[in-house]
Nanobody, 113 residues
Framework: QVQLVESGGGLVQPGGSLRLSCAAS????????MAWYRQAPGKQRELVAV???????NYVDSVKGRFTISRDNTKNTMYLQMNSLKPEDTAVYYC???????WGQGTQVTVSS
Protein backbone atom coordinates (compact mmCIF):
# COMPACT_ATOMS: atom_id res chain seq x y z
CA GLN A 1 0.00 0.00 0.00
CA VAL A 2 1.31 3.43 -0.99
CA GLN A 3 0.08 6.77 0.30
CA LEU A 4 0.87 10.12 -1.28
CA VAL A 5 -0.23 13.20 0.65
CA GLU A 6 0.04 16.65 -0.91
CA SER A 7 -0.02 19.86 1.10
CA GLY A 8 0.82 23.53 0.78
CA GLY A 9 -1.85 24.75 -1.60
CA GLY A 10 -3.93 27.84 -1.06
CA LEU A 11 -5.01 31.21 -2.37
CA VAL A 12 -2.28 33.57 -3.51
CA GLN A 13 -2.17 36.81 -5.47
CA PRO A 14 -0.57 36.96 -8.91
CA GLY A 15 3.19 37.23 -8.56
CA GLY A 16 3.15 35.39 -5.26
CA SER A 17 4.75 32.11 -4.22
CA LEU A 18 3.72 28.77 -2.77
CA ARG A 19 5.61 25.63 -1.84
CA LEU A 20 3.86 22.31 -2.30
CA SER A 21 4.93 19.13 -0.54
CA CYS A 22 4.20 15.49 -1.30
CA ALA A 23 4.90 13.00 1.46
CA ALA A 24 5.16 9.37 0.36
CA SER A 25 4.74 6.36 2.61
CA UNK A 26 4.32 2.65 2.19
CA UNK A 27 5.83 0.31 -0.36
CA UNK A 28 7.53 2.89 -2.54
CA UNK A 29 11.21 3.19 -3.20
CA UNK A 30 13.32 6.31 -3.60
CA UNK A 31 14.41 4.73 -6.89
CA UNK A 32 11.17 5.92 -8.46
CA UNK A 33 10.97 9.10 -10.47
CA MET A 34 8.36 11.49 -9.06
CA ALA A 35 6.25 14.09 -10.78
CA TRP A 36 3.80 16.92 -10.23
CA TYR A 37 0.69 17.10 -12.38
CA ARG A 38 -2.10 19.66 -12.39
CA GLN A 39 -5.67 19.82 -13.58
CA ALA A 40 -7.54 23.05 -14.14
CA PRO A 41 -11.36 23.16 -14.36
CA GLY A 42 -12.53 21.87 -17.72
CA LYS A 43 -9.04 20.86 -18.80
CA GLN A 44 -7.07 17.65 -19.01
CA ARG A 45 -4.54 16.78 -16.35
CA GLU A 46 -1.05 17.86 -17.47
CA LEU A 47 2.48 17.07 -16.41
CA VAL A 48 4.11 20.06 -14.73
CA ALA A 49 7.51 18.77 -13.60
CA VAL A 50 9.35 15.50 -13.08
CA UNK A 51 12.40 14.57 -11.04
CA UNK A 52 14.40 11.36 -11.37
CA UNK A 53 15.73 9.36 -8.46
CA UNK A 54 19.10 10.98 -9.12
CA UNK A 55 17.73 14.51 -9.17
CA UNK A 56 17.48 15.26 -12.90
CA UNK A 57 14.54 17.53 -13.65
CA ASN A 58 12.26 18.48 -16.51
CA TYR A 59 9.49 21.05 -16.72
CA VAL A 60 6.61 21.96 -18.98
CA ASP A 61 7.51 25.11 -20.91
CA SER A 62 4.86 27.24 -19.20
CA VAL A 63 6.52 26.93 -15.77
CA LYS A 64 10.21 26.95 -16.71
CA GLY A 65 12.09 29.57 -14.75
CA ARG A 66 9.26 29.94 -12.23
CA PHE A 67 8.81 26.49 -10.66
CA THR A 68 11.44 24.26 -9.05
CA ILE A 69 10.92 20.58 -8.28
CA SER A 70 13.06 18.90 -5.66
CA ARG A 71 13.06 15.84 -3.40
CA ASP A 72 14.44 14.82 -0.06
CA ASN A 73 14.94 11.06 -0.18
CA THR A 74 15.72 10.92 3.55
CA LYS A 75 12.19 12.16 4.23
CA ASN A 76 10.43 10.47 1.26
CA THR A 77 9.15 13.92 0.34
CA MET A 78 8.96 15.83 -2.91
CA TYR A 79 8.50 19.59 -3.25
CA LEU A 80 7.37 22.12 -5.82
CA GLN A 81 8.49 25.69 -5.23
CA MET A 82 6.23 27.93 -7.29
CA ASN A 83 7.23 31.57 -7.82
CA SER A 84 5.80 34.37 -9.93
CA LEU A 85 2.45 32.64 -9.93
CA LYS A 86 -0.08 33.51 -12.62
CA PRO A 87 -3.87 33.07 -12.73
CA GLU A 88 -3.38 30.34 -15.33
CA ASP A 89 -1.50 28.29 -12.71
CA THR A 90 -4.80 27.82 -10.88
CA ALA A 91 -5.46 24.09 -10.66
CA VAL A 92 -5.50 21.07 -8.42
CA TYR A 93 -1.93 19.82 -8.12
CA TYR A 94 -1.20 16.10 -7.73
CA CYS A 95 1.93 14.09 -7.09
CA UNK A 96 2.44 10.82 -8.94
CA UNK A 97 5.33 8.42 -9.51
CA UNK A 98 5.02 7.98 -13.31
CA UNK A 99 5.78 4.26 -13.34
CA UNK A 100 3.11 3.40 -10.77
CA UNK A 101 -0.71 3.62 -10.47
CA UNK A 102 -0.55 5.78 -7.35
CA TRP A 103 -1.89 9.34 -7.06
CA GLY A 104 -2.30 11.72 -4.18
CA GLN A 105 -5.61 13.39 -3.36
CA GLY A 106 -4.45 16.72 -4.72
CA THR A 107 -4.05 20.20 -3.29
CA GLN A 108 -5.85 23.27 -4.66
CA VAL A 109 -3.82 26.23 -5.85
CA THR A 110 -5.76 29.39 -6.67
CA VAL A 111 -4.03 32.46 -8.07
CA SER A 112 -6.32 35.46 -7.96
CA SER A 113 -6.40 39.07 -6.90
Amino acid sequence: QVQLVESGGGLVQPGGSLRLSCAASGDISNAFAMAWYRQAPGKQRELVAVISSGGSTNYVDSVKGRFTISRDNTKNTMYLQMNSLKPEDTAVYYCHPPSTPYWGQGTQVTVSS
